[in-house]
């Protein structure tokens, strides 16, 4: 299976998404799997287009990885991803709300 990895972002925890990422690919790769690390920048969706990974698996932190941004963007490009769908991404970054 090919497997595209999300990690990075410009949220201000990126550097604890790279490391998230890393650690994802390697243990998808000891599983066999097919991986493509992607550090996301404004090459994502026409990367994403070409590569047309099987499964997104979303190592992004922070916003426009866990609120919904990057999951809307991924069913708009009809790409199957691991996780919350967008309204429960969305949702769940408000915690008062999410209580």
Do not use: W
Request: net charge negative; hydrophobic share 40%.
């Amino acid at each position: 299976m090919k497997v595209a990895v999300l990690m990075g972002g410009k949220s201000f925890e990126r550097e604890v998404s790279l490391a998230s990422g890393k650690v994802v690919c390697e243990a998808l790769e000891e599983a066999g799997h097919k991986v493509v690390p992607l550090d996301t920048n404004a090459d994502l969706v026409p990367t994403l287009c070409s590569e047309r990974p099987d499964v997104v698996y979303n190592a992004l932190h922070g916003k426009h990885g866990e609120d919904g941004t990057i999951q809307g963007l991924l069913e708009l490009a009809r790409i199957p991803y691991v996780g919350c769908g967008v309204l429960a991404s969305a949702v769940s970054m408000d915690k008062l709300y999410t209580k």
